[in-house]
């Protein structure tokens, strides 16, 4: 009985200092992009064992870079693999661009990383590089396919402007240029069973209509809904941010595309940049309670209960951003001390 009870108090002491650290192991969906556009960030090492120390297990990566990309062979971080913009233009032009691009920088890291997703372009569609998307999807889902790699999933990431309605989120819809690129897409992505990724952010909306738009909604701490759409409730605007996400994929014709998931590439609040709407306290609640609702696997009221997978942006402060609140997403500072403490 003694020794039962000393045993029960030393795990929990020990689990107590575990959480004071911030070493328990992250929920296995929440991911953190590791952006590098600033000139005093860590080395791609520390930055990994950064990850290690708090559990993140899923990185996304903006591109392939070299560094990081030997640094996380063999850490267990699952990577999120981005294609760089300016690549697609080459890329489309033939299979033969897309496998050596592959052989460079997928192929030589199979062996020690776990990559999740490949996403064919940032922020493209709607763009100029927009109708170059579909064409390296298919290139690449073909080498995959003659490698076996099912485990790779293709897609690309999306942004909020790609919507033309987005409110109700049941009405929500791409805007004519998008649709007609997402045409092609989706029923790729459908048949394929990979998820569409989409930036979700509740801050910009906040930021840019703050009169009508309720700080807690935006906030994840609203206690009744806000937004009734139907028969279904809203209580915090990311749901209907995604929510629209979901039906403006509806709305495309094509096969099951109400069977395409999202995994939320980007989701964030900056800590400083735009005075009072910008602190670390606002930064702090908004990207705990994210967290809390990825972890949670809350889904959204369209489909409660999905699995959602979801990314914070980002790890770092990052000084080449442009000026304003872009700097001042990171979770830390590029000393890797917290800016506010959310794990
Ligand atoms: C990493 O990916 C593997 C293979 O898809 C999966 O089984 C595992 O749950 C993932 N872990 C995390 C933390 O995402
Ligand atoms: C910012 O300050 C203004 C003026 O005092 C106030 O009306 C507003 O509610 C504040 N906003 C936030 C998010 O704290």
């Not at 489309?92 to 897309?98: E, F, G, Y």
């Not at 069973?193 to 703050?210: E, G, R």
Request: hydrophobic share 40%; charged share 15%.
């Amino acid at each position: 009985m003694a020794v039962l009870h000393w045993i029960a108090l030393i795990l929990s002491f020990v689990a107590t200092i575990h959480n004071h650290l911030g070493l328990v192991e992250a929920s296995p969906n929440i991911g953190v992009c590791y952006g590098m556009i600033g000139n005093d960030l860590p080395s791609a090492t520390e930055v990994v064992n950064l990850y290690k120390t708090y559990g993140i297990g899923k990185m996304r990566l903006f591109d392939r870079n070299p560094s990081a990309l030997q640094a996380l062979r063999g850490r267990q971080i699952n990577v999120t693999l981005g294609i760089r913009n300016e690549d697609l233009p080459n890329l489309a032009v033939s299979q033969d661009a897309v496998n050596s691009w592959f052989a460079s920088n997928v192929e030589p890291y199979l062996n020690d990383i776990i990559f999740n997703y490949i996403s064919v372009g940032n922020e493209v569609i709607p763009g100029a590089l927009g109708d170059y998307v579909l064409p390296v999807m298919l290139s690449l889902q073909n080498i995959l396919d003659e490698k076996n790699l099912a485990g790779i999933k293709v897609t690309t990431v999306v942004p909020g402007s790609a919507l033309g309605v987005s409110y109700p989120p049941s009405s929500g819809e791409f805007t004519s240029e998008v649709s007609s690129i997402m045409s092609g897409i989706v029923p790729f992505l459908a048949q394929q069973s990979s998820p569409l990724m989409i930036n979700v952010y509740p801050y910009f909306a906040y930021a840019s209509d703050p009169a009508n738009i309720r700080l807690d909604y935006a906030q994840f701490t609203a206690r009744s809904p806000v937004v009734q759409d139907g028969s279904l409730s809203y209580y915090n605007m990311f749901d209907a941010m995604v929510d629209a996400f979901l039906a403006a994929m509806e709305k495309i014709d094509g096969v099951g595309a109400n069977v395409v998931d999202v995994v939320v590439s980007e989701s964030g609040w900056p800590s400083d940049g735009n005075g009072n709407f910008t602190t670390p306290e606002l930064a702090a609640t908004y990207n705990k309670n994210y967290m809390n609702h990825i972890t949670s696997i809350a889904g959204t009221p369209k489909r409660p209960g999905a699995y959602i997978e979801g990314y914070l942006f980002a790890m770092f402060n990052e000084n080449q951003k442009p000026n304003g609140v872009e700097q001042h997403f990171g979770l830390f500072h590029p000393n890797m001390q917290p800016v506010y403490p959310v794990f």
